[in-house]
């Protein structure tokens, strides 16, 4: 009967153990790669775009001006999607989930204005 509950709590200790190591497996590795729909018109959009995306979690944050898709890609247990798209319409430029308040909007250069 000590034998079987010994081997019981070996048991038990393995699948704990093996579990634990495949989550920090995963979560170390994991890149998640999402495409945004952004407002902007031209180069200074995209610079500006780009460098409120790159925040703690996020490796690439790649506006393109002609089909004002951001391509980002990012840690999903560092950062999440929609604090990347707040960052993005707080310095001025809607997402598809945030808008940018208008005293925002009106502060961006002429060539900026997309609405
Ligand atoms: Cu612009």
Redesign the pocket.
């Given at each position: 009967m000590k034998t079987v509950k010994i081997m019981l709590i070996a048991i038990m200790a393995m699948v704990v153990f093996t579990n634990s190591n495949a989550q920090t497996g995963t979560k170390a590795t994991a890149t998640k790669t999402e495409t945004i729909k952004v407002s902007?018109?031209?180069g200074?959009?995209k610079d500006r775009i780009e460098k409120a995306a790159k925040v703690d979690g996020v490796s690439k944050a790649d506006w393109n001006k002609d089909t004002k898709i951001l391509t980002l890609a990012y840690d999903p247990s560092k950062v999440k999607s929609d604090d990347v798209q707040k960052k993005i319409a707080a310095v001025g430029h809607d997402t598809e989930k945030f808008k940018a308040d208008t005293k925002t909007y009106n502060g961006l250069?002429g060539?900026?204005k997309y609405r």
């Open positions: 902007g018109n031209c200074m959009c250069p060539c900026c």
